[in-house]
């Protein structure tokens, strides 16, 4: 089912979804004293692993064996790793807010990268004035300077973060992985099949 515009339900889910990432940031900035911010990344990163590993074993979802599959999915996991790096990295430099900010601008490069990559998702003059004013919304806000512990390198860092955060999400339309159902089990095992 293809959706082309955001319901009700689609608003409430994003918000939530957004209010917890937003915690998230805060919970590792209150952590960054005591663990370095690319073990924290790797930690959450390996926990997070087993617990879906567990996932895949009880729920016998087949692991697929296509070479241009997992080729797609080691990249996928490599642009990951970066962007949470990225992340971590901010956070520990600059002050949560600013690293909130730039990287939710994520949804701006994606759009950028579907405009050149993918049919049918262009921008439109509206569509193009709001990245704009996005920008520079951006851009005004991270020259205040002042207070707190504002770091040009962490601002940085986060922004490019965030053009990582794009680069996942355009693998996963573009590259081998989307041959993979959402629901492995329902397609039988075809996800484990290498496409003739």
Avoid at 2 to 22: C, E, H, Y
Wanted: charged fraction near 15%.
């Amino acid at each position: 089912m293809t959706k082309t515009r955001m319901d009700a339900q689609g608003a409430a889910f994003l918000t939530l979804f957004s209010l917890i990432l937003g915690a998230n940031q805060v919970v590792m900035k209150l952590t960054s004293d005591g663990l370095s911010p690319v073990f924290q990344s790797g930690l959450r990163s390996l926990v997070a692993g087993a617990f879906i590993g567990l996932w895949i074993v009880v729920r016998r979802i087949p692991f697929p064996t296509d070479r241009e599959v997992v080729r797609a999915g080691v990249v996928l996991g490599l642009l990951f790793a970066f962007e949470f790096i990225c992340l971590y990295v901010a956070v520990d430099r600059t002050t949560v807010s600013r690293v909130s900010i730039m990287f939710y601008t994520m949804p701006v490069h994606l759009s950028l990268m579907a405009h050149f990559l993918l049919p049918g998702e262009r921008l439109t003059a509206g569509k193009s004035l709001g990245l704009v004013l996005c920008l520079v919304s951006v851009a005004v806000v991270m020259a205040d300077r002042g207070g707190g512990e504002a770091d040009l390198v962490g601002d940085i860092v986060a922004f490019i973060g965030a053009i990582g955060w794009a680069a996942v999400g355009m693998m996963l339309r573009l590259s081998a992985v989307s041959r993979i159902p959402a629901n492995p089990r329902s397609s039988g095992s075809s996800a484990s099949r290498p496409r003739s």
